[in-house]
């Protein structure tokens, strides 16, 4: 079967680091994609892993082990407009990497 | 041009009403999607479509019509909807299939079934 767990909320304050974790269970992996969506909006593209180890891109980390079934996000320098949902999505290869299986999403609150 | 854009942004129909909604890209891709997304839920797979073909159906029901007339162009066509079916309904692309990429995503069509 497929599942995707990640929290459901978190809460930093500004400037602090966080980091928010996934664990997956696929048929078949292609890829873990980390999305950012703020309330009513469309998600937007984060960070790409599909080897083990870590993606730095500006304030935004993302470390994967295929062996674990593990990633995390990790958010440096927190800022107000960091408050969003991010979601954990695994690309599932069995069907030539086209479906994308997302988990249910971490509310962060970022506060004052 | 990096965009995806849905039309419209916002949509309140009757049970009985027919409408569609409609997503369109300009990024040469050949692989597009329709997600659903209720509150607080992640985005569902619908549909995807690959060179304007039909290549998923994740078991949607038939009141949900999906179309790819042109490579960029993708249309749902509703009908006979139910008040459940009010939900945020995404459109995303990727160049083809996609193995390495990541989705854009449009802005969503807010619908409301009445």
């Known amino acids: 079967g497929q599942n995707i767990d990640q929290p459901t909320e978190m809460t930093a304050t500004e400037g602090a680091i966080v980091q928010i974790n996934c664990t997956y269970q696929?048929?078949?992996?292609?890829?873990l994609f980390w999305y950012q969506q703020h309330a009513g909006e469309a998600p937007t593209f984060l960070s790409y892993?599909?080897?083990?180890g870590l993606e730095e891109k500006g304030r935004f980390s993302s470390f994967l082990s295929r062996s674990k079934g593990y990633s995390y996000l990790l958010l440096k320098e927190l800022q107000m407009k960091d408050s969003a949902s991010y979601l954990c999505?695994?690309?599932?290869?069995?069907?030539?990497?086209?479906?994308?299986?997302f988990g249910a999403g971490t509310r962060l609150f970022v506060k004052a | 041009d990096t965009e995806v854009t849905q039309t419209p942004k916002h949509l309140v129909m009757g049970m009985t009403n027919k409408k569609s909604l409609k997503c369109e890209q300009h990024?040469?891709?050949?692989?597009m999607y329709w997600y659903k997304q209720k509150a607080k839920k992640p985005p569902e797979l619908m549909f995807v479509y690959s060179y304007e073909k039909l290549s998923i159906n994740e078991s949607v029901p038939s009141r949900f019509s999906p179309e790819c007339p042109n490579s960029s162009l993708l249309n749902l066509h509703l009908h006979a909807l139910q008040p459940e079916d009010s939900a945020l309904y995404l459109c995303?692309?990727?160049?083809?299939?996609?193995?390495?990429?990541?989705?854009?995503f449009g802005q969503g069509t807010r619908l409301t079934v009445v």
């Open positions: 995303a692309t990727t160049p083809s299939r996609g193995l390495d990429t990541e989705a854009f």
């Open positions: 892993n599909v080897l083990d």
């Open positions: 696929t048929s078949g992996f292609n890829g």
């Open positions: 999505a695994v690309r599932d290869s069995q069907t030539g990497g086209f479906k994308t299986i």
């Open positions: 990024m040469g891709h050949r692989a």
